[in-house]
């Protein structure tokens, strides 16, 4: 009786465990036209138009020629599967590539009708009109009053002691962090608790006056009740805002954003009112992916 090397049966399970893979995946990529998105792509009043973005990292070309209006007072959520290239799109709408040295943006990006990456641009002057914030909180080792007051110092908010005072409270009073800290301004910013540091994180960007916020994957460290806070912020903040979020849970993307725009591979799939990408998708790859098919 013959047996079998229990190594190489495993070999052979993984070999077919590989070739079902690409089946699943191989026509999901000769189904996508390059540059063509479905849906509502674009806005009737923009605060960033985006025609044509591509991004390389070298000769790897992560994004693939991207058109996208992203609307002014909006809440847009970028959904897809991890390295689809999300993360990497949102850190070209303030520059944040560019500490990469082997990333190179190419197409146009126009903030209000401006090009930001035309080569006489104020990237520090781009970055206080679009603030971010990122997947992991991380406040200054400051106390609290001095992370908010950070921004406004540097960018010469205030004049005076009085007036950066008020930056300070009004900052933390948006990021729904006032009532919480306002006895123990002087304490160390990192004392404080997961969610409380990324609301500071917050309130520091709000603190320099931004016209757009870009949030990537702000809730991922945080615990349901904290993200719950996060979450009721920017529904707060949208009135005054307009944001992007970066978000691996669709239904944080449901709960939170007016579009929600649909990356694969490096492509703009799909770009819809929120409400319709979840329950009627137009996209093949959109249903698949939120259906739990794949990603």
């Given at each position: 009786m013959s047996t079998m090397n229990p190594a190489m049966t495993r070999e052979g399970e993984m070999a077919d465990e590989n070739r079902a893979q690409e089946q699943v995946e191989a026509p999901a990529e000769t189904i996508i036209?390059?540059?063509t998105t479905v849906g509502r792509p674009f806005s009737d009043d923009p605060k960033f138009k985006l025609r044509n973005v591509e991004v390389f990292y070298?000769?790897?070309?992560?994004?693939?020629?991207?058109s996208l209006d992203i609307g002014r007072n909006e809440v847009i959520a970028f959904i897809g599967p991890s390295g689809c290239g999300k993360s990497t799109?949102?850190?070209?709408?303030?520059?944040?590539?560019?500490?990469?040295?082997?990333c190179k943006v190419k197409g146009s990006l126009a903030l209000d009708d401006q090009n930001i990456y035309d080569s006489k641009r104020d990237v520090v002057e781009l970055r206080a009109r679009v603030g971010m914030v990122f997947q992991k909180p991380n406040p200054f080792p400051k106390s609290i009053y001095d992370n908010v007051a950070y921004g406004p110092r540097i960018h010469g908010?205030?004049?005076?002691?009085?007036?950066?005072?008020?930056?300070?409270?009004?900052?933390?009073?948006?990021?729904?962090?006032?009532?919480?800290v306002k006895d123990r301004l002087d304490a160390t910013a990192t004392g404080m608790s997961g969610g409380q540091q990324q609301r500071l994180c917050i309130a520091r960007a709000i603190a320099v006056s931004p016209e757009v916020i870009l949030m990537d994957e702000p809730c991922s460290a945080l615990d349901p009740i904290a993200t719950a806070r996060v979450e009721e912020l920017i529904s707060e903040m949208s009135e005054s805002y307009t944001i992007v979020i970066v978000t691996h849970s669709m239904q944080q993307a449901a709960r939170v954003s007016n579009r929600t725009a649909y990356f694969?591979?490096?492509?703009?799939?799909?770009?819809?009112e929120t409400n319709k990408v979840f329950t009627s998708p137009e996209h093949d790859l959109t249903e698949s992916y939120i259906t739990g098919r794949f990603g």
């Open positions: 036209e390059e540059g070298g000769q790897d070309r992560a994004i693939k020629n991207i799109f949102l850190r070209c709408l303030n520059r944040m590539n560019d500490s990469i040295d082997i908010l205030a004049n005076r002691k009085s007036e950066l005072d008020d930056i300070v409270e009004n900052s933390l009073r948006k990021a729904g962090l006032w009532n919480e694969h591979l490096g492509h703009l799939v799909e770009v819809n």
